[in-house]
T-cell receptor
Framework: GENVEQHPSTLSVQEGDSAVIKCTYS??????FPWYKQELGKGPQLIID?????GEKKDQRIAVTLNKTAKHFSLHITETQPEDSAVYFC??????????FGTGTRLKVLA | NAGVTQTPKFQVLKTGQSMTLQCAQD?????MSWYRQDPGMGLRLIHY???????DQGEVPNGYNVSRSTTEDFPLRLLSAAPSQTSVYFC????????????FGEGSRLTVL
């Protein structure tokens, strides 16, 4: 069945450094790729998304890149801050609301 | 706007007991869904609904029932709880149409002894 692999499972970076989280999907029909941030005790919140007709999207310190040929997409956070510490999930959808989520990355930003 | 509201936040059940997790949204969203979150397994879709009166199964539907009698509410029923259903449950809603942002509730932590 459809699968989304996410790496790494944990990531520690120094404040101010960049963080990169990578996901690979299996269903070539996938065309929508959101990223969610989950803070402790809260539900996930969308931080950025990308559709298959775009290769890159940026929103201030956050960017997502998509390589459809290789079937992978990545989240890039620059100039990390302590408030970026959270669990991040990638997901893939074929255009319906049946998302397949990755297993999550726990990001720790060290002050 | 309250967004997506889940109750209860915490619940402990004994094996075999039944219960209902409540979910309500005030954004007039057509799409609603239930996920479970387990360590190392991400979020897995249990059931979803694309509108009042319409429900369908997700990846892990066994042991759960849902109904959608109104646009606002989407309760999740555990008919006979099992320890394997110990998890954190999230309700999410979205406007509808093409895939887009999911709005999640704050979660319900369920422990089955």
């Amino acid at each position: 069945g459809e699968n989304v692999e996410q790496h790494p499972s944990t990531l520690s970076v120094q404040e101010g450094d960049s963080a990169v989280i990578k996901c690979t999907y299996s269903d070539s029909a996938s065309n929508y790729f959101p990223w969610y941030k989950q803070e402790l005790g809260k539900g996930p919140q969308l931080i950025i998304d990308i559709r298959s007709n775009v290769g890159e999207k940026k929103d201030q310190r956050i960017a997502v890149t998509l390589n459809k040929t290789a079937k992978h997409f990545s989240l890039h956070i620059t100039e990390t801050q302590p408030e970026d510490s959270a669990v991040y999930f990638c997901a893939a959808s074929t255009g319906t609301y049946k998302y397949i989520f990755g297993t999550g990355t726990r990001l720790k930003v060290l002050a | 706007n309250a967004g997506v509201t889940q109750t209860p936040k915490f619940q402990v059940l004994k094996t075999g007991q039944s219960m209902t997790l409540q979910c309500a949204q005030d954004m007039n969203h057509e799409y609603m869904s239930w996920y479970r979150q387990d360590p190392g397994m991400g979020l897995r879709l249990i059931h979803y609904s694309v509108g009042a009166g319409i429900t369908d199964q997700g990846e892990v539907p066994n042991g759960y029932n849902v109904s959608r009698s109104t646009t606002e509410d989407f309760p999740l029923r555990l008919l006979s709880a099992a320890p394997s259903q110990t998890s954190v449950y999230f309700c999410a809603s979205s406007l509808g149409g093409a895939a887009g942002e999911l709005f999640f509730g704050e979660g319900s932590r369920l422990t089955v002894l």
